[in-house]
C-alpha cells in the first residue's frame, strides 16, 4: 500500500463523517456565505497596502493625502464585521438544516448574539489616562475575536428555535391572513424562547470575573500560551494553538499574537538596537522570524498550497478558487482559501496546515543557529510585503533563497493531501450533471432550481 492510498483509507472515512454532520455543514456554508466579501475586502486592503517605498505618496499626487485610509473603507465593512456576518450565514444554514425557516433562523442568531455581547466600547483619549466606556457596538467582537462565539451562539440559538418550532409552540392565524404577517406570528413564541435562554446564560456571566461571555472564552483560549517565550519550543507550541484555532474557525493569528507577538516585538527590537549599533544579533525568534520565515502566504503557508493546488488539481472548484486566492496570498492573505477549500473544519487538510509552517520554522531556526543565514535584523516591514523581497530586506540575499526553498518545501508537502480531495471533489463535479438530469426525469414538477 502506497502513502498516498494509506492516507485516503484512513483519513477520508473521518472526513467524510463530518462532511455529513449537520452543525459542522451550517458552519461551513455559512462561512462561505461570506467569501465572496473576504475576497473582495482582500482585493481593496492588497491595493492600500502594496508594499512599495513610496507607493503612498506616489498616489497621493492623484488622490490626495489619506487616500490609502480611505479605500480601506470596504475592508473594515468585511473582515471587522465579519463575525456578523457569520453569525447570519451559519443561522440560515442550520436552520435550513433543521427544517425551519432561513431568514428567522439568521435574525434570531444575530438578536442572540448581540444580547451576549456588552455594548459598550473602552475609550482612552490620547494624551489622557482617564478610560471612557462609551455605548456602541463594540468592533473588537464583530471581527475575528468574535467568531468563535458566533458560531456557537448560532448554533445554539436555532437549535432552540428549531425544537420550540417543531414541538409546535407557535401562533396560527387564519388562512386569510398574508403570509408574511402569518410566519412573523408563527416564530414570536419560538423567538421568545430563545431570547430568554440567551438572557439567563448573559446575566450568568454578569456575575463572574469576566463580566461577560466574550472575555471569559478569549481569556480561556489564550491561558494555554501565557508561557510561551524566547525558545524553538515556544514558537513551535504557540503556531500549534494558531492553526488549531484557525481549524475551528476562530482567527488564529488574532488570539495567539495577542499573548506572543509583545514577546516577538521585544525580541525584534533587541535586534534593531544591535543592528543599528554594529553589535551581534541577538535573537533567532523575533517578529521577522514569524512573518518572513515561518509562513508564506499567511497561515498554513498557504502559498505553498495555492501554487501545489494549480499544478496538480483537475477540479473546477479547487483550480478556480486558488487562482482567484493567487494573488492575495501572495501578500499574505489567505482567508479566502481557508474559507473556501475549506481548511477550517477539514481534517485532511488540517494536518499539513500545520505541519508545513512548523517545518518552515524549524529549517529556518536552524539555519540561522548554524550561521548559515544571517538573523533577521529587526527592521519592521509591512506584512503584505511578498516572499524574497521580505527575506532580502530582513537578512539579505541568503535569507531571501531560502524562502524559496522553503516554498518549494511546502508545495511537496500539500501535494499528497490535495490529491486526495482533490479527487474527492472531481468525483462530485463529474456526478452532478447526471444527477441533475435524472431528478428531471423522474419528476419534472417537483424539480426546481
Not at 516572499?387 to 531571501?400: E, H, M, N, R, Y
Request: a neutral charge; charged letters at 15%.
Amino acid at each position: 500500500m502506497n502513502f498516498m492510498q494509506m492516507l485516503e483509507d484512513v483519513l477520508m472515512p473521518i472526513a467524510e463523517k463530518i462532511g455529513k454532520n449537520k452543525y459542522l455543514l451550517a458552519i461551513r456554508d455559512g462561512f462561505l456565505i461570506s467569501s465572496p466579501l473576504l475576497i473582495i475586502g482582500s482585493l481593496f486592503l492588497l491595493v492600500a497596502n502594496f508594499p512599495i517605498p513610496g507607493w503612498v505618496d506616489f498616489w497621493a499626487q492623484f488622490f490626495g493625502d489619506g487616500w490609502a485610509s480611505r479605500l480601506v473603507q470596504p475592508v473594515k465593512a468585511t473582515f471587522d464585521v465579519m463575525t456578523i456576518l457569520t453569525v447570519l450565514g451559519v443561522g440560515y444554514s442550520f436552520g435550513r438544516q433543521e427544517d425551519v425557516d432561513g431568514i428567522s433562523s439568521a435574525i434570531i442568531a444575530l438578536v442572540s448574539f448581540f444580547i451576549l455581547t456588552p455594548f459598550v466600547t473602552i475609550f482612552t483619549p490620547p494624551n489622557a489616562t482617564e478610560i471612557y466606556m462609551i455605548n456602541s457596538i463594540p468592533l473588537a467582537w464583530m471581527g475575528s475575536k468574535g467568531i468563535f462565539i458566533g458560531l456557537i451562539t448560532s448554533i445554539f440559538s436555532v437549535s432552540i428555535f428549531a425544537k420550540a418550532w417543531k414541538k409546535g409552540w407557535i401562533i396560527r392565524l387564519p388562512e386569510a391572513v398574508p403570509p408574511a404577517v402569518a410566519r412573523s406570528f408563527e416564530v414570536l413564541i419560538p423567538s421568545a424562547v430563545v431570547m430568554l435562554v440567551i438572557f439567563i446564560i448573559k446575566t450568568i456571566f454578569d456575575f463572574t470575573p469576566y463580566k461577560d461571555i466574550h472575555t471569559f472564552v478569549y481569556t480561556f483560549l489564550q491561558s494555554p500560551l501565557t508561557k510561551a517565550g524566547n525558545t524553538l519550543g515556544a514558537m513551535i507550541t504557540a503556531y500549534v494553538f494558531l492553526h488549531l484555532f484557525w481549524f475551528f474557525g476562530i482567527n488564529g493569528s488574532s488570539v495567539v499574537g495577542a499573548v506572543f507577538n509583545p514577546v516577538l516585538r521585544v525580541l525584534s527590537l533587541e535586534n534593531l538596537d544591535a543592528f543599528q549599533n554594529g553589535s551581534p544579533l541577538p535573537n533567532i525568534i523575533t517578529g521577522s522570524f514569524q512573518d518572513m520565515f515561518a509562513t508564506f502566504g499567511g497561515a498554513g503557508s498557504t502559498l505553498s498550497l495555492l501554487i501545489a493546488a494549480l499544478i496538480v488539481c483537475k477540479s473546477e472548484r479547487i483550480r478556480k478558487l486558488s487562482g482567484l486566492s493567487l494573488v492575495p496570498g501572495i501578500f499574505g492573505i489567505n482567508e479566502p482559501i481557508i474559507y473556501g477549500l475549506p481548511i477550517m473544519l477539514n481534517p485532511l487538510m488540517f494536518i499539513p496546515f500545520v505541519i508545513v509552517p512548523t517545518v518552515n520554522i524549524i529549517i529556518a531556526y536552524y539555519a540561522m543557529l548554524w550561521n548559515i543565514i544571517p538573523y533577521t535584523n529587526g527592521v519592521s516591514i509591512p506584512w503584505t510585503t511578498p516572499i524574497f523581497i521580505s527575506g532580502f530586506l530582513v537578512t539579505g540575499l541568503k535569507g531571501a533563497i531560502l524562502q524559496i526553498i522553503l516554498l518549494v518545501l511546502g508545495i511537496f508537502m500539500y501535494i499528497p493531501f490535495l490529491k486526495i480531495i482533490d479527487k474527492q471533489y472531481l468525483k462530485e463535479e463529474l456526478s452532478a450533471p447526471k444527477k441533475e438530469v435524472n431528478a428531471s426525469d423522474d419528476n419534472d414538477d417537483d424539480f426546481k432550481l
